[in-house]
């Protein structure tokens, strides 16, 4: 399957991404954790993607759709990847329709994580994560055993420096204008499933799972 799951900061595509991932056996492509490991890498992509990751603003569409282009190449995503925030403009979609017909392939689904803003700035300040694998925690929703502390390794959970009230309203404002409209493309493709993304955790998981059965 080729999925792709769209929906504000917050709004959970990141917890349900490793369910739907193993359950189907897909590659996992997170366009942000991407650059955030350019950016600590300090290679010239993350040099370039820092400033407007930082303030909340998108990043240029020729860096993203560069490093998709080049990911969903690989071997271990041919049969079939998860894209967990790409693509995020409407050139981003045009440009990913393009490469899949190179490939005589298309997106199966789009996964809409609906939900109101109002409830995303509680998930994004109490966000915990553990870097290496990726595991999100909650302080409140979804608290570790030990604070700060990943349940499975014991290493140290990091807060994201842009999950704070402020910047996440320009994350929310890029989401409105920007990436708002490439659900209304994808519609017109009739690949749009619809989620109740504020219900609790495993209930959108089993949503997730009657949209793609
Ligand atoms: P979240 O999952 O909380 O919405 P991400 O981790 O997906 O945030 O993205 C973090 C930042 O990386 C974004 O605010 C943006 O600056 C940049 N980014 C990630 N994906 C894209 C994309 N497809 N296009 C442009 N910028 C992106
Ligand atoms: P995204 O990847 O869409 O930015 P995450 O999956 O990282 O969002 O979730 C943001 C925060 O909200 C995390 O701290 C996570 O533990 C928590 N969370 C995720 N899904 C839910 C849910 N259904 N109900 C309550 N909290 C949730
Ligand atoms: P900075 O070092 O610029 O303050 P952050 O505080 O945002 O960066 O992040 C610290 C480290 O955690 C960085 O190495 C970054 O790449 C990593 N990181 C942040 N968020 C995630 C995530 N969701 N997944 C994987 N790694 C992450």
Redesign the pocket.
């Known amino acids: 399957k080729r999925l792709i799951l769209i929906?504000?900061?917050?709004?959970g595509?990141?917890t349900q991404s490793p369910i739907i991932k193993d359950e189907y056996c897909l590659c996992h492509l997170?366009?942000?954790?991407m650059?955030?490991a350019a950016v600590a890498a300090k290679t010239p992509l993350g040099l370039k993607?820092k400033e407007?990751?930082d303030?909340?603003?998108?990043?240029?569409?020729d860096?993203?759709v560069g490093i998709?282009d080049e990911a969903i190449k690989k071997p271990s995503c041919q049969k079939g990847f998860i894209l967990?925030?790409?693509?995020?403009?409407v050139v981003?979609a045009q440009k990913l329709d393009e490469m899949l017909a190179k490939q005589g392939t298309k997106i199966d689904k789009v996964l809409n994580f609906a939900i109101d803003d109002a409830i995303l700035e509680e998930r994004?300040t109490g966000r915990w994560i553990h870097p290496a694998s990726g595991r999100t925690y909650h302080s409140k929703f979804a608290p570790p055993k030990v604070p700060g502390v990943d349940d499975v390794t014991g290493e140290s959970l990091i807060q994201?420096k842009?999950?704070t009230a402020e910047v996440l309203k320009s994350?929310l404002e890029?989401?409105h204008r920007q990436t708002e409209p490439v659900i209304d493309y994808y519609s017109k493709k009739s690949v749009v499933a619809q989620l109740h993304a504020d219900k609790p955790p495993k209930e959108v998981t089993s949503e997730v799972q009657k949209s793609l059965s």
Not at 30 to 33: M, N
């Open positions: 929906g504000p900061p917050g709004s595509k990141g997170a366009t942000g954790d650059l955030r993607a407007g990751m303030k909340g603003e998108l990043v240029s569409d860096l993203v998709i967990d925030g790409f693509p995020r403009t981003q994004i994201r842009d999950d994350r890029s989401f």
